[in-house]
């Protein structure tokens, strides 16, 4: 098939890091910088801001002082911010009035009607509902049950075969490997082959210049790639009886098996960056928090029980989609603002996750909190991630694992994230591990 989603579209984050101003080069200057400037110049839209990690102050000034914060992007045009909790649950719950249609611009900040991929969350009822239930039974308590002795063995064995002594790369060797293996799984991809999801997750939210691809032309020729192969699988799965695989529950699902190309290649995104990215990051960001916060490190390997808590906290700490966006589809006021009837609205799921008139001490990363599910990196409402039980048995099994082998993952450098303000990242994680247990 030649005519792919690529060709049509192009990719959702095609411009150009240089259009954008360079970031403060510490937290501290942020923070000068975001209380000087004038609030109505406020800008959150910088990959460069979450590349190097300085985007906090400028979410705090907006949640203080303009929460619903409206302003004229260079590179997106303009959009409204919307950064305290509660006004994103808001947001999230009222698909009525706030639109994911992929005709309309989707999900992300930088995609337009023309380039916003057609997938189940870029959708409103009643296509969204038949989609996302198509899919449902690979996440449910029973098929999670079946998977989790399969995910401890994998990563037993991948912990098993760290180096003792000397630094890796943790994303490398640790959190890109189980995230692979279990969404390869789910979706019966070879595993052999594996580490294609991981390219391929990757180039589809990449921005060009920013490490991942150089040029536009070279998404379109990866995810092109992407796409037939995923193409021959469907017809694969369509010839055979249904089975328990993310692609054969689509091939054969009442609503989904006549689904347009475009719709199943996007779809595809959606599973591959969803079931890949998210949790990867994840465990990644885990390992980060617990050496900048010994506190707790230490209070983990006393209380190895508190592993469930700890990784709803890393999912807060972390937030590994940045934000969601969504369409207005009538004027809606909000927080005392008038949003207009085509308005681009952005709940900044990392701003609202530290919101402190909601979350006490929500810059704290505790792994004890009391009500540690409180957070919003899953999304409210129709739209909450569909795979948010698998993500945390992900996380749960390796850190269960990493307290019965060694004392401590160090972190013995900077980590490398990504340019980007929707998946909030990282390429690298430089690591030691001083002894097992």
């Not at 029980?305 to 207005?328: C, D, K, N, Y």
Request: charged share 25%; proline share 7%.
């Amino acid at each position: 098939m030649t005519d792919t989603l690529a060709t049509r579209s192009g990719p959702p984050n095609n411009f150009n890091l240089a259009d954008f101003p360079d970031a403060p080069l510490s937290l501290e200057a942020a923070r000068a910088d975001a209380y000087l400037q004038p609030l109505a110049d406020i800008d959150v839209a910088n990959p460069k801001l979450f590349h190097a990690d300085v985007v906090f102050p400028y979410f705090e000034r907006l949640r203080r002082e303009d929460p619903i914060h409206y302003v004229e992007s260079p590179t997106f045009g303009g959009y409204w911010s919307i950064t305290r909790y509660n006004d994103i649950v808001a947001v999230d719950m009222n698909h009525q009035q706030f639109s994911s249609e992929a005709s309309l611009g989707g999900i992300t900040i930088a995609a337009t009607a023309n380039t916003a991929l057609p997938m189940f969350i870029a959708m409103d009822p009643p296509k969204h509902d038949v989609q996302r239930k198509a899919i449902q039974p690979i996440v449910a308590p029973p098929n999670l049950r079946n998977l989790e002795p399969l995910i401890r063995t994998r990563a037993a064995a991948i912990l098993d075969d760290l180096p003792i002594g000397v630094e890796f790369d943790w994303v490398e060797k640790v959190s890109i490997e189980l995230t692979a293996m279990t969404l390869a799984t789910l979706m019966d991809f070879p595993q052999e082959q594996r580490r294609k999801l991981t390219r391929w997750s990757d180039v589809a939210t990449a921005v060009p210049g920013g490490g991942i691809i150089d040029r536009a032309e070279q998404w379109v020729e990866e995810m092109t790639q992407c796409f037939q192969t995923f193409q021959m699988l469907w017809h694969e799965r369509a010839a055979r009886p249904p089975g328990n695989d993310l692609i054969s529950m689509l091939a054969h699902g009442a609503e989904t098996r006549n689904m347009p190309a475009y719709e199943y290649q996007g779809n595809i995104v959606l599973l591959i960056v969803g079931g890949n990215d998210t949790t990867r990051n994840t465990i990644t960001g885990s390992v980060l928090a617990l050496n900048r916060n010994p506190d707790q490190y230490q209070r983990l390997r006393e209380h190895p029980e508190l592993v469930g808590s700890m990784v709803s906290e890393t999912i807060r700490w972390q937030t590994p989609l940045a934000h969601m966006r969504r369409t207005a589809v009538q004027d809606v006021e909000l927080g005392g603002k008038l949003i207009r009837k085509g308005d681009k609205v952005v709940m900044w799921y990392l701003s609202g996750n530290r919101d402190e008139t909601v979350i006490d001490r929500a810059d704290d990363y505790i792994i004890d909190r009391e009500r540690p599910r409180q957070h919003v990196s899953f999304g409210y409402g129709i739209h909450r991630c569909v795979g948010n039980r698998l993500a945390e048995l992900q996380l749960q099994i390796v850190w269960q694992e990493i307290l019965k082998r060694f004392p401590v993952v160090e972190v013995v450098g900077e980590p490398e994230r990504v340019y980007s303000t929707f998946v909030r990242g990282y390429r690298s994680l430089p690591v030691r591990i001083p002894r097992r247990l």
